[in-house]
């Protein structure tokens, strides 16, 4: 111990093995792949289910479209450097959720136009992830389905299953024949996933198991899924009480197309949803409301994607409201 | 394996109170010690003593302009005025003593006697004297003249029967072990200020407990286990209604903030017993089985007491003087430590896995912050270079709790670069804060 000079300035070597570093020095972040690994676990029941129910077509459609976003992740990184890297599983998990809402003969030119639509538009361009305005994958769908709303077709992609249901979107024959439409379907089969949809996005008990497992990991705000069911449900029931020969019940409106699809996933992603508490809840309810409107009141079958979108616009504005902070007046 | 069982693993906690060792265990003297001079908030002592002098322990070597006393905590000769990096990273000038091996005087010799209940300029004069922190945050915070007239009365006292950091014990084990001190410490501060509303907080196990033995001298607080209900900014703007300017010490406000180690020591100086020369200190971690809680000299090197537990600096990454979320990691083991009452060992690599990776707007910074500051925003805007973007957002109401670093899935700094907003804005060079509002 008698070597003990303290006052002297420390060796370099003593310096070599410590991290200088400010507080916190415990944390429980884990990086965004941690994130992006959690969304692509809770889609991953409905991946099982819809490749349960459709075969190797839905794997080909989900493989196809992670190879090509991961491919086209790559190839920006490689021309425009930026910190958003492939490395996240960001594009993984889009490219999924773009996956789940296109139709099961999707040709691979399609899945690779939407992944680029997706990633390179979508995505990079607006500075890659954390900072895209509209939710990329709805984006990507949006933008297909104005240019090839015949390939679009979830009717024509499940023409020969061989089910007991009726083979056209709920949603679709609600349009034409009014609510009388009700009697065709099941609840059970809306509920397990044989109606009319998108690759996935229509297994609504096994979406609704991977929301409440983000919810349960805190990886989701409730308030969002909330406010969602709450605006959907009170306009649905409004709707249904002003014109039940038009408007079908609010039960049926939240099992078929990809409403559940839209509350835990498309609506919940970080980026674009608010971040108080209180804009989150209202953000939910205004999504509820727009996609019931589109539903209702336009040529669109199922609203998702536009309901997202225009939502995913507002986020912003409703952010303003905002707690006040508190010293806010300490100079 | 672990990369799957962290995809499964639960909701984000605040760090809680570890498993811990209830003894307080009393070190031997180190060969060496150096009592830093100057500390955070305008502290400067100025040395008494000279190179080459000999001291013993409980000597006054250093006195600042308003007469607080730093003292030898340890006999020898004064090896050299030098300067030395405190574990706050200050710069400060320091006395390094060296230990002869000469037995000192029992510490009741060092001091004349009790002095009399009723005589506060009396009892002032003896804290300063036995270099106890006089009853506020930090002891001769060097005022000048006009400001310390101004001075307000004093309303409210809270005596902290618990550390902010749920790691630091030393608090808590105080006031469980010497109660009968912390009772008769009350019982004084309510003589010397009859006026002030006094409280004593507590952790919420030990509220009953503390009911019964203190209730008479001061407002029991239970605080809860967990970090967020511990942060002192806020736990005062609770207590007294209102909040204080993060800018501004307490005692400018007529507010004082006291640890239960320091009021224990205020009575020990009273009663003429012992001057203040000895620290308690929490050392705990991850790689720790419990936490261990120590006393020793002021101004012994983080190297005597980690050896003195076995330990070396060679098997961390980060020793951090302070708790895990507000402490400083120290660059060697050389620093002295003084005032500072927890050290926390890190093994593991804590560096980020990206250094500065992009934000995904998640806003669970914004969320757990405590101040309600748009944190997601701000941090944007920084790292943009926009600190002017930031003014309507109040980044000044930041006490750096550190939650809002705590929680982000992204490991970013968001700390420093609130830290560095503030800084600027201070500095002047972007934009001025002044004591009047924005200008």
Partial sequence: MKELKMYQPARPTDAGMLDVAVGPHCRIGNGLALIHQRWLLALLPAMAGSCYLFGPAALRVFGLSVCFAIALDLLAERLAPSRDLTSNWSSVTLALMLAFMLPLNAPWWLILTGCFFMVVVGKKLFGGVGGYPAQPAVLSIAILQLSWPGRMDNTGALKDMDWQVALVEPLRLLKSIGASAESHYQWTDLLLGRQVAGTADGMVLLLLLGGLFLLVLREIQWQLPAGFFIGLLTTATLLHLSDPEAFASPLFYLLSGGTVFMAFFLITDHTTSPVNRVPMFCYGILAGVLLMLIRGYSQHVDGIVYAVLLANLCSPLLDMIKPTVKGAEDV | ?439
């Fill in chain 2, 1 to 439: 394996m672990q990369g799957l069982l962290k995809i499964f693993s639960s909701k984000p906690v605040l760090p809680a109170v570890p498993d811990y060792d209830p003894v307080i265990r009393q070190l031997d003297d180190p060969e060496q010690v150096t009592i830093p001079l100057d500390y955070p908030g305008h502290i400067h002592y100025l040395p008494t003593v000279k190179a080459g002098d000999r001291v013993r322990r409980g000597q006054v070597i250093g006195r600042s302009r308003l007469g607080n006393c730093t003292l030898a905590s340890i006999s020898g000769t004064v090896r050299d005025i030098s300067t030395v990096w405190t574990a706050q990273s200050v710069h400060s000038p320091a006395i390094v003593i060296d230990n002869d091996g000469t037995t000192a005087p029992p510490p009741e010799e060092m001091l004349d006697g009790p002095v009399p209940l009723g005589d506060p300029f009396g009892a002032l004069a003896r804290i300063r004297e036995a270099g106890v922190n006089p009853p506020w945050r930090l002891s001769g915070r060097d005022y000048t003249d006009g400001t310390i007239a101004n001075l307000p009365r004093i309303e409210a006292v809270i005596v902290t029967g618990i550390q902010e950091e749920p790691t630091i014990l030393t608090s808590q084990l105080l006031l469980e072990q010497r109660a009968d001190t912390v009772a008769e410490g009350l019982r004084r501060t309510r003589l010397l200020l009859p006026d002030a509303r006094l409280w004593l907080t507590v952790p919420e196990q030990l509220f009953t407990w503390a009911e019964t033995r203190f209730a008479e001298h001061a407002e029991i607080v239970a605080i809860p286990d967990q970090y967020g209900g511990r942060i002192e900014r806020e736990l005062v703007a609770r207590l007294i209604g209102r909040r204080i300017p993060n800018r501004h010490s307490f005692i400018s406000h007529g507010l004082i903030v006291q640890d239960v180690e320091y009021l224990v020591a205020m009575v020990e100086a009273l009663d003429g017993r012992s001057p203040f020369l000895q620290k308690c200190l929490t050392i705990s971690g991850p790689s720790l089985d419990q936490a261990v809680t120590l006393r020793f000299p002021l101004g012994s090197s983080l190297r005597h007491i980690l050896h003195s537990q076995g330990l070396s600096i060679e098997q961390f990454t980060r020793p951090v003087v302070g708790g895990p979320m507000k402490g400083v990691a120290q660059y060697s083991d050389l620093t002295p430590i003084t005032y500072n009452s927890g050290l926390y060992l890190v093994a593991e690599d804590l560096s980020p896995f990206d250094p500065i990776a992009p934000c995904i707007f998640c806003g669970r910074c914004t969320r757990v912050c405590p101040a309600r500051i748009q944190v997601h925003l701000i941090n944007r805007m920084i790292e943009f270079g926009q600190i002017e973007s930031t003014h309507h957002l109040h980044p000044e109401a930041c006490h750096e709790c550190g939650l809002c670093a705590y929680v982000c899935p992204a490991e970013r700094p968001i700390v420093q670069l609130l830290h560095f907003c503030n800084h600027e804005m201070s500095l002047g060079e972007r934009h001025v804060w002044s004591e009047e509002g924005q200008q």
